[in-house]
């Protein structure tokens, strides 16, 4: 299958245990996208398509069987992989609902100033909390947190974040 653009939805981590089951870091809501094909990709080569044999739910994280591995030896070697999907085939969102690759580049705007914040460079979702990486116009980083009370409005037509920052938080970020 040809795709424009490949959406990142996880990252293979380590074997579990003898049968060829790898440890998926899983950045997707929808278990359905690790039906049928998935893709993946070791460093800048291209990615490559692989079926997905059979995924369980072990403690959170998807474990995932991919035809043609069968032991821990294979599964080992597809540590480090990332897992793609085309763009054109993720399901359709609410109208309230973005996908996280959305959100990088747009514009992020104060609102109780209305002044132009910086841009989202990238999404970091690691420490159990989203976070926006919001580069300035100065090139300073703030790492945002995107919570619902601080979050008051995205519009992707216009390519626009609306927020309400902690108090603060900006001066940790853009005090000399």
């Given amino acids: 299958m040809e795709a424009s653009r490949f959406i990142e939805i996880g990252l293979l981590t380590r074997p579990h245990g ?37 995924m369980r739910m072990h403690k959170g994280r998807p474990l995932v ?3 043609g591995v069968n032991d821990r030896t294979a599964a080992e070697l597809l540590r480090g992989h990332v897992m793609l999907v ?9 109208e309230d609902e973005v996908y996280l690759f959305e959100l990088e580049g747009i514009s992020v705007v104060i ?7 910086g841009v989202i460079e990238r999404i970091d979702t690691d420490a159990y909390q989203e976070i926006w990486v919001i580069r300035t116009p100065q090139g300073k980083e703030v790492l945002f947190p995107a919570a619902a009370p601080f979050v008051l409005d995205i519009d992707l037509d216009s390519r626009t974040a609306r927020i309400a920052p902690p108090p603060g938080l900006l001066d940790i970020y853009l005090s000399d």
């Fill in 111 to 117: 609102d109780e100033s209305g002044e132009h914040l």
């Fill in 18 to 54: 003898l049968k060829g089951e790898v440890c998926v870091d899983y950045y997707a809501d929808s278990p359905f996208l690790l039906e049928g094909t998935v893709y993946l990709k070791a460093g800048r080569a291209a990615p490559r398509p692989v079926k997905v044999q059979s």
């Fill in 65 to 67: 069987i991919f035809e």
């Fill in 86 to 94: 085309p763009e054109d085939t993720l399901p359709e969102l609410d």
